[in-house]
C-alpha cells in the first residue's frame, strides 16, 4: 500500500513563527503536492513538486515555500505564519502519467 | 481554466437507501480524467472511483458508481445501499490530461452526506 505520512495532525504555532511541515510518501513517487483545505472552499493547491529541487507554484503560494532536497520529502514552509494560514494542509504524491493522488493525513495548523 | 462545481453543500441519506451527489465541471480540453474523493471525519482522504474522459461507459467500483454525461460536463456519484461508513466529506475532482509533469488536481468545495440508521 502506498503510504503518504505527515510530521504532524495537529500544530499550534504564534503568528510571525516560521513552520515547517513535512510529508513523506513511500512508493518513490515523482510528484508531490501541498494543499491547503478550508470550509467551504474544497481544497486549493499551494505548491507541487515533479522531481527533486523543482517546484511550481500552485492557486495560492503566497506566504508559502517549499523544499525537495530528496524524492520522497516534501516540506511546506510558512515563513512568517498568520492567523490567515490557520488550516488544514494535505500532502499529496503520484506517480507522473499516473491519475491517482495519494494523500497523506493532513496537518491541522493553528496560528494564535 | 478548469474549474468543478459540487452544488449540495450537504446530503443526508438512510442506511441502505440510495444518494446520488452531483458535481459539473468546465473545460475546453477532451482529454482528462474525473475523480470522486472520501474524506471521513477525521481520517485520510482516499480514492472513491475515477473516470477517464475518452470512456464512454461509466466507472464502478462495487456500491458506487458514476454517470458520466461528457457533453452535459457533469459526473454524478451514486452509492447504492448506503452503510454508516459511508458518512465523509465527498470531493469531486478534475486532472488534465496525462503525462504532464506535476498536474494537479482540481477540486470541488465538498458535499458532507451524513447516514442515518
Known amino acids: 500500500d502506498v503510504k503518504v505520512t505527515q510530521s504532524s495532525r495537529y500544530l499550534v504555532k504564534r503568528t510571525g513563527e516560521k513552520v515547517f511541515l513535512e510529508c513523506v510518501q513511500d512508493m518513490d513517487h515523482e510528484n508531490m503536492f501541498w494543499y491547503r483545505q478550508d470550509p467551504g472552499l474544497g481544497l486549493r493547491l499551494i505548491y507541487f513538486?515533479?522531481?527533486?529541487?523543482?517546484?511550481e507554484k500552485g492557486d495560492i503560494p503566497e506566504g508559502y515555500s517549499v523544499s525537495r532536497e530528496k524524492k520522497e520529502r516534501f516540506s511546506l514552509i510558512l515563513e512568517s505564519a498568520s492567523t490567515n494560514q490557520t488550516s488544514m494542509y494535505l500532502c499529496?504524491?503520484?506517480?507522473?502519467?499516473?491519475?491517482?493522488?495519494?494523500f497523506g493525513p493532513g496537518t491541522r495548523l493553528l496560528v494564535l | 481554466a478548469q474549474t468543478v462545481t459540487q452544488s449540495q453543500p450537504e446530503m443526508s441519506v438512510q442506511e441502505a437507501e440510495t444518494v446520488t451527489l452531483s458535481c459539473t465541471y468546465d473545460?475546453?480540453?477532451?482529454?482528462?480524467?474525473l475523480f470522486w474523493y472520501k474524506q471521513p471525519p477525521s481520517r485520510q482522504m482516499i480514492l472513491v472511483i475515477r473516470q477517464e474522459a475518452y470512456k464512454q461507459q461509466n466507472a464502478t467500483e462495487n456500491r458506487f458508481s458514476v454517470n458520466f454525461q461528457k457533453a452535459a460536463k457533469s459526473f454524478s456519484l451514486k452509492i447504492s445501499d448506503s452503510q454508516l461508513g459511508d458518512a465523509a466529506m465527498y470531493f469531486c475532482?478534475?486532472?488534465?490530461?496525462?503525462?504532464?509533469?506535476?498536474?494537479?488536481?482540481?477540486f470541488g468545495k465538498g458535499t458532507t452526506l451524513s447516514v442515518s440508521s
Open positions: 475532482a478534475y486532472r488534465s490530461a496525462p503525462n504532464q509533469a506535476g498536474t494537479a488536481l482540481i
Open positions: 499529496a504524491s503520484s506517480f507522473p502519467g499516473v491519475e491517482t493522488q495519494y
Open positions: 513538486s515533479y522531481d527533486v529541487k523543482m517546484k
Open positions: 473545460t475546453s480540453e477532451s482529454d482528462y480524467y
